[in-house]
């Protein structure tokens, strides 16, 4: 699985981006697929994923109530909304796929991801 993601920018708090990941494979229909972050100087954090039926999905904390994943499997994409932006989700948000998890749930470490995308920078202005 390839994994492209896209829609990253410059956005004043409080306002809101969509990102997209573009994914290319015959397993991409079958993946969990998430969105990670890493802000300067900090280590990747999970932010939001959701299952291959686009039944379960779940967020961290910080960005419950602000952040909406959802999948279109007829194209191939995961889209992440972020409303509400603030300072601190400053970061390059990534994309990825476990293309290898037989139960179809929802996974939280980097290490349960073996397909990455190349990351698009978000920066909010406060």
């Known amino acids: 699985v390839q994994l492209q993601a896209s829609g990253g920018g410059l956005v004043q708090a409080g306002g809101s981006l969509r990102l997209s990941c573009a994914a290319s494979g015959r397993a991409v229909s079958r993946s969990t697929i998430a969105w990670f972050r890493q802000a300067p100087g900090k280590e990747r954090d999970f932010v939001a994923a959701?299952?291959?039926?686009?039944?379960?999905?779940d967020y961290a904390d910080s960005v419950k109530g602000r952040f909406t994943i959802s999948r279109d499997n007829a194209k191939n994409t995961v889209y992440l909304q972020m409303n509400g932006l603030k300072s601190e989700d400053t970061a390059v948000y990534y994309c990825?796929?476990?293309?290898?998890?037989?139960?179809?749930?929802?996974?939280?470490?980097?290490?349960?991801?073996?397909?990455w995308g190349q990351g698009t920078l978000v920066t909010v202005s406060s």
């Open positions: 990825a796929a476990n293309t290898r998890a037989i139960l179809s749930g929802i996974y939280y470490a980097l290490s349960d991801y073996n397909s």
């Open positions: 959701i299952n291959r039926n686009g039944n379960y999905r």
